[in-house]
């Protein structure tokens, strides 16, 4: 069966776990990280973004492609502008154009977060570069497609190839005992990143168009989410160090009452989106698997 499922981004985090819930049913795309099997794609590149979707002719296009460092985008503009929105406007466009359905992943960071998480219709006022290019491609989004889901997600966790994530840090560190300072003050709604895939998938069957918060339904510190961590994962955890955010000397300011709302998009689910402790005990058992 040919894959009619396209994932730009697949060689990242998240994009990588679609790929392995999806099998053969899709097929994904690479930029900078050589993957076997994907398609290489610089979606900066309309016309590039334009052959490869008419060769593949996809039913449903997602779309996690990002520059997602935050703090990098703080000083590489440019960089987070072309990306993070030229590059969404040209695969939203190849979408519109084909009739493709389309899935963008956005974050919780469109929001300023001084109240909690927000529900999907509240009122959105980034704080940062990368918040702020994020919410233009939804804008785009929104303004010029008619079948789509934005879905903003936050705090994905779980296992990653290269470990490049804050669970994967916290694992490492764990084990070592070296030091890692967490943030005291950062609540997010943390998310288990095969869950998501599973929640995703899920939308992109339904006829639902709009804004989805496909995240847990827990609201966490960070240090809470970390200390639970390590109890799960059976480390010592006096390696964590709570920190204020005031002391991290993170360039990019960060919605400290941050995280989304789930309760609209779990009512359109099937797929239960995991608390935290469920997202972490599925997550060790990801690890032993792999041992
Ligand atoms: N992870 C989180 O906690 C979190 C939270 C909220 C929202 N999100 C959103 O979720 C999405 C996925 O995040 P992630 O953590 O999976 O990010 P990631 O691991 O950094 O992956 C980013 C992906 O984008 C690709 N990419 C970058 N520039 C590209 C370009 N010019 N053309 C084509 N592809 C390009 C990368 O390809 P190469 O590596 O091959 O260059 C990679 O596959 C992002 O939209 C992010 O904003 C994530």
């Known amino acids: 069966m040919r894959p009619d499922i396209l994932v730009v981004g697949a060689s990242g985090f998240v994009g990588g776990a679609l790929l392995r819930a999806y099998g053969r049913r899709a097929i994904g795309t690479y930029w900078h990280s050589a993957t076997p099997g994907l398609e290489r794609l610089d979606m900066c590149d309309a016309a590039a973004v334009d052959a490869l979707v008419d060769r593949l002719q996809p039913r449903i296009i997602i779309h996690p492609a990002a520059q997602p460092n935050v703090d990098r985008c703080e000083s590489e503009i440019d960089e987070s502008y072309r990306v993070n929105v030229t590059g969404t406007v040209n695969v939203a466009r190849a979408a519109r154009r084909t009739g493709a359905r389309y899935l963008y992943f956005s974050t919780d960071y469109v929001f300023n977060g001084k109240v909690g998480p927000a529900p999907v219709d509240a009122p959105t006022d980034p704080l940062s570069v990368y918040g702020r290019h994020k919410l233009e491609a939804e804008v785009f989004i929104r303004e010029n497609l008619d079948n789509y889901v934005i879905a903003r997600t936050c705090g994905v966790f779980g296992f990653h190839p290269q470990g490049k994530n804050f669970i994967m840090a916290l694992l490492d560190k ?68 709570a920190t204020p955010t005031s002391q991290l000397g993170q360039a990019a300011a960060r919605p400290v009452y941050g995280g989304v709302d789930n309760r609209s998009t779990q009512a359109l689910l099937r797929t239960r989106l995991m608390s935290a402790r469920e997202g972490l005990l599925a997550f060790k058992k990801d690890m032993e698997g792999r041992a």
């Open 174 to 241: 764990g084990r070592r005992g070296e030091p890692m300072r967490v943030p005291s003050d950062q609540w997010g709604t943390p998310t288990y990143v095969d869950n998501l895939a599973q929640a995703v998938q899920e939308l992109a069957e339904l006829d639902f168009v709009g804004i989805a918060h496909p995240v847990g339904p827990d609201f966490l510190v960070r240090i809470e989410f970390a200390r639970l961590a390590a109890e799960i994962l059976g480390l010592d955890p006096s390696f964590l160090q």
